[in-house]
């Protein structure tokens, strides 16, 4: 059964930083990519970063330059470092974990709060 496990949301003031992480297991960890997702409210959840099996990465607008995503395959885990927090980054952040060969996999954790806000 896999599952991801987010933490490391909270409450902040702009401009702290703040790490996420997400805990893989029952999957082969190392050959997914791992991407974070936000969802307000409202809104379509959209992508922030996303890592490949072979560490490339790619970012939204919105974070590049702040946020910096990364994975240590060995303890089945992603990260998102987030820095320079804004109150537009307040969302619910959830891990996702995709595999698009045959047949292909995607996975979602249960989401985790961030909210910026002084």
């Known amino acids: 059964q896999v599952q991801l496990v987010e933490s490391g949301g909270g409450l902040v003031q702009p401009g702290v930083s703040l790490r996420l992480s997400c805990a893989a297991s029952?999957?082969?960890?190392?050959?997914?990519?791992m991407g974070w997702y936000r969802q307000t409210p409202g809104k379509q959840r959209e992508l922030v970063a996303a890592?490949?099996?072979?560490?490339?990465?790619n970012y939204a607008d919105s974070v590049k330059g702040r946020f910096t995503i990364s994975r240590n395959n060995p303890k089945n885990t992603v990260y998102l470092q987030m820095n320079s927090l804004k109150p537009e980054d307040t969302a619910v952040y959830y891990c996702?974990?995709?595999?698009?060969?045959?047949?292909?996999?995607?996975?979602w954790g249960q989401g985790t709060q961030v909210t910026v806000s002084s």
């Open positions: 996702n974990a995709k595999y698009s060969g045959s047949p292909n996999y995607n996975y």
């Open positions: 029952g999957m082969a960890f190392s050959i997914y990519a």
């Open positions: 890592i490949t099996s072979g560490s490339s990465t």
